[in-house]
């Protein structure tokens, strides 16, 4: 097993030093970072100034630990993808449906093929990594594949729908190694109307095992609010729920349409919560950041799929073309040519596209409408 304490790494530009299981992390030099690296191949005691740090930021007490022992230092890399988002596997045990998914099939990469994945993700730059699906847990290589994400250095997020998180080898694998983050989302605030979003009886006991469990092993939780059609007269619970177990609570109202470009989960759509977003001003995925399919397919981001890279075929040098998909995938076309609106619209491109392909109505888009 990683004994690591504490990560030093390149970040798009600049120098972390980070604790696994804390999303809190601190910019240092590029000749901190160099230090640390002779340090480490000296099996050196770590440096007095890292450890002030360590027990300022974190409470760490490092002052007898040797470099080798507690630090892992992560190799520059040419490619700069700092972030990715992984769907090991589309599966999942509940039948929201929201969801974005569409047909969430059981398939997903052997572990061979898996491991070789996660060496490209880590060779292409990747430090902080979210985990996912589908329902990631209930995939079979979910442990050796959270575990040796973990080891390779990257920080992880899980996003899963809590159903097993209280089962003691989970729980287990998750104190052991730490995430940095737990999301989950709340579909409800009764029985009642839990179990009918997910179209599962019992989710949310399930959940509420899960959450609790989670919160009792001081894991650090992170709620969504999921508001639909379904659950919207309990939108006040669902909050407060979300507000007693998580310092951090999101809330998301719009649905969209699956991956697919499939109309189904925009009838989830509560009216009255179709409010004006914020203008989208552009994003660095495809540059910075991408998104893996559960066959090792890089796109762009989850939702503007198109041109994928083949990275069990190609390796990470693939991952070159990925920002000029990326540009191309973001230029207006069709009707939002010319648009007067463009610099206050909401909405990017790939995601337009999803919406006309799934012939939304216009007003979940475009401000034309």
Not at 151 to 175: C, F, I, K, Q, Y
Not at 182 to 195: H, K, R
């Amino acid at each position: 097993m990683s004994a690591h304490s504490l990560i030093a790494s390149p970040f798009l530009g600049e120098y972390l030093l980070l604790h696994p299981g804390d999303a809190r992390g601190v910019k240092i030099k590029a000749h901190h970072y160099i230090e640390l690296q002779q340090a480490t191949a000296a099996r050196d005691r770590l440096p007095g100034w890292l450890c002030n740090v360590a027990y300022a930021r974190w409470g760490l007490s490092l002052t007898d630990a040797t470099a080798d022992e507690s630090l892992l230092i992560r190799a520059p890399s040419p490619y700069g993808h700092g972030r990715a988002s992984y769907e090991v596997n589309n599966g999942c045990n509940w039948g929201c449906d929201h969801c974005v998914y569409g047909r969430k099939r059981h398939e997903g990469l052997a572990w061979p093929a898996r491991e070789k994945l996660l060496h490209i993700l880590r060779d292409a730059g990747v430090l902080w990594i979210e985990l996912g699906g589908g329902e990631c847990t209930i995939d079979r290589h979910f442990p050796e594949t959270y575990a040796l994400a973990y080891d390779l250095g990257m920080m992880v997020e899980v996003l899963t729908n809590g159903s097993t998180l209280a089962r003691p080898r989970m729980l287990d694998l998750l104190t052991t190694r730490r995430p940095y983050r737990i999301t989950m989302s709340v579909y409800g605030a009764t029985e009642t109307t839990w179990d009918a979003f997910t179209n599962r009886r019992g989710s949310f006991r399930a959940f509420l095992r899960g959450l609790h469990a989670a919160h009792e092993a001081g894991l650090p939780i992170s709620l969504s609010v999921v508001i639909t059609g379904k659950n919207a007269h309990e939108a006040a619970g669902m909050r407060d729920l979300a507000k007693r177990h998580a310092s951090r609570v999101r809330e998301y109202t719009h649905m969209s349409p699956t991956f697919a470009g499939e109309h189904e989960p925009l009838a989830q759509q509560a009216p009255e919560y179709l409010h004006n977003r914020t203008p989208f001003t552009g994003c660095d995925a495809g540059h910075t950041s991408l998104n893996v399919s559960p066959f090792g397919l890089a796109t762009v981001c989850k939702v503007s799929r198109d041109h994928p890279i083949p990275l069990l075929k190609e390796g990470v040098a693939g991952l070159s073309r990925l920002g000029g998909i990326a540009d191309q995938a973001l230029q207006r076309h069709s009707g939002c040519t010319g648009c007067t609106l463009q610099k206050s619209c909401t909405t990017c491109m790939p995601l337009v596209t999803l919406y006309r392909k799934a012939n939304a109505p216009r007003d979940r888009y475009c401000q034309w409408s």
